[in-house]
C-alpha cells in the first residue's frame, strides 16, 4: 500500500512544480507567478482526471461480474490517488493566495501586509472553496478507508465507474482558465462549456442511477425496487455524494445559461440567480 501512496506524494506535486517553473522559467513565457501557480494547479488536476478515468474505465470494462471480479488497477490507483487530495487542497489555497495578491490585498513584494491579512486570505479560501475541501477531506478520511477495507475486494467494478467520473474535470479546468484570462466569449469557450455540461452530466449526475440500474441488472430487480433491496448505508453513501454533485452541476447550468444567452437580451429569471 505504502508504494502507490508515496509514488502519488511523488508526482503530483512534482508536476505541479515542474509545471510552475517552466511557465515561469521558458525565455518565450516568463509567466507571472500567480499566472503559473494557477494554469500549473489546472493541468496537475487534469492530468489526475485522465489517469483516473482512464484507470476507471480499465477496471469497469474488465470486470464481467460486478460483485466479485477484481481489477489491481482498483486499489493501486485509489491509493496512488491519496496524496494528489491532500496536495491539491494547498494548490486551491495557493492560486486563492495569488488571486487575492493580484486584487491589490498584498504588500508591495507581493506578501501580505499582516499576520491578520494572512488569516483573513485563509477564512474567505474556506469559505469560498468550502465544499470542495470539505470534498477532498471526505475522499481521504472516508471514502479511502472504505475502498480498501470495507469493501474487501468486492465492488471494483463500481469503483472503477466512479473513477470515471473525473471525465468532466479537464473541461472544467481548462473553462476556469479560459474565464480567468477574458475568453468567456470565444468559441473554444462556447465549446468547452457545452463538452463540460454534458460530461458532468453523463458522468457525476447520471453515473448513480446507472450503478443502481446494473446492480439491478445483476440482481434481476427492477430500478425503482433497488435502494429497496440493498442496506440502508449504502443509498445514504449514494446520496451524500451525489448531492454535492448536483450542487456543482447546478452552477454549471446556470454558467451555461449566461454563456449562450444572446447579448443585450432579458435574462431568464431562473438563470440569473445571483450568488
Not at 108 to 130: C, I, M, N, Q
Request: with cysteine.
Amino acid at each position: 500500500m505504502l508504494t502507490p501512496m508515496v509514488a502519488g506524494g511523488v508526482v503530483f506535486p512534482g508536476l505541479f512544480l515542474l509545471s510552475k517553473n517552466t511557465l515561469q522559467r521558458l525565455p518565450q513565457l516568463r509567466w507571472e507567478e500567480a499566472d503559473a501557480v494557477i494554469v500549473s494547479a489546472r493541468l496537475v488536476s487534469s492530468v489526475q482526471a485522465i489517469m483516473a478515468s482512464t484507470a476507471g474505465y480499465i477496471v469497469s470494462t474488465s470486470c464481467k461480474h460486478i460483485i466479485d471480479d477484481q481489477h489491481w488497477l482498483s486499489s493501486a490507483y485509489t491509493q496512488f490517488a491519496v496524496p494528489y487530495f491532500i496536495y491539491d487542497i494547498y494548490a486551491m489555497f495557493l492560486c486563492h493566495w495569488h488571486k487575492h495578491q493580484v486584487k491589490g490585498h498584498g504588500g508591495e513584494d507581493g506578501t501580505p501586509r499582516a499576520l491578520g491579512s494572512t488569516w483573513a486570505v485563509v477564512r474567505g479560501y474556506l469559505h469560498k472553496e468550502f465544499l470542495m475541501v470539505l470534498h477532498h477531506a471526505a475522499m481521504v478520511l472516508v471514502c479511502f478507508p472504505l475502498s480498501v477495507v470495507w469493501r474487501q475486494g468486492k465492488g471494483d467494478f463500481f469503483l472503477g465507474c466512479m473513477l470515471m467520473a473525473e471525465v468532466s474535470t479537464p473541461f472544467v479546468c481548462l473553462g476556469k482558465i479560459l474565464i480567468q484570462y477574458k475568453q468567456q466569449h470565444t468559441l473554444l469557450h462556447k465549446v468547452n462549456g457545452a463538452l463540460m455540461l454534458l460530461s458532468f452530466l453523463c458522468c457525476r449526475v447520471l453515473l448513480f442511477p446507472y450503478l443502481y440500474w446494473a446492480y439491478g441488472r445483476h440482481a434481476g430487480l427492477p430500478l425503482l425496487s433497488v435502494p429497496l433491496a440493498i442496506p440502508a448505508h449504502v443509498n445514504l453513501g449514494a446520496a451524500l455524494l451525489l448531492a454535492p454533485q448536483l450542487y456543482w452541476f447546478f452552477l454549471i447550468c446556470r454558467g451555461a445559461c449566461r454563456l449562450f444567452r444572446p447579448r443585450g437580451s432579458p435574462p431568464p429569471s431562473p438563470c440569473q440567480t445571483q450568488d
